[in-house]
């Protein structure tokens, strides 16, 4: 029953910014970890960032510190990804995934629902 939609990537200059959004249906957005995701071609899925269902944020990755910022809205029952000073190497197709149980985690195998990814293009 639960299902997650991304949303709001596209082509962004280098130094620009992009909201994503997932939108969670089927399910409480307050009993969900949620973590964002992302995949360049020929590379290995990575965790960028995650919030708990207690509202804790983990940062997986070191090169997005200080730059993403995720955060929820319980009422819309839908996570963002404010993406600040973009870079190309931020290019990839961006996932939300969700757990129901024991926290974020950034392993991809412990985040049971995906959603469809959406492309994030950072070029001049």
């Known amino acids: 029953q639960l299902q997650l939609v991304e949303s709001g990537g596209g082509l962004v200059q280098p130094g620009g910014s992009l909201r994503l959004s997932c939108a969670a249906s089927?399910?409480?957005?307050?009993?969900?970890?949620i973590g964002w995701f992302r995949q360049a071609p020929g590379k290995e899925r990575e965790g960028v960032i995650c919030?708990?269902?207690?509202?804790?944020?983990?940062n997986y990755a070191d090169s997005v510190k200080g730059r993403f910022t995720i955060s929820g809205d319980s009422a819309k029952n839908t996570v963002y990804l404010q993406m600040n000073s973009l870079k190309p190497e931020d290019t990839a197709v961006y996932y939300c995934?969700?757990?129901?149980?024991?926290?974020?985690?950034?392993?991809?195998?412990?985040?049971?629902?995906w959603g469809q990814g959406t492309q994030v293009t950072v070029s001049s």
């Open positions: 919030i708990s269902s207690s509202g804790g944020v983990t």
């Open positions: 995934a969700a757990r129901k149980w024991g926290g974020c985690s950034p392993s991809a195998l412990a985040n049971n629902y």
């Open positions: 089927g399910y409480n957005l307050d009993r969900l970890n």
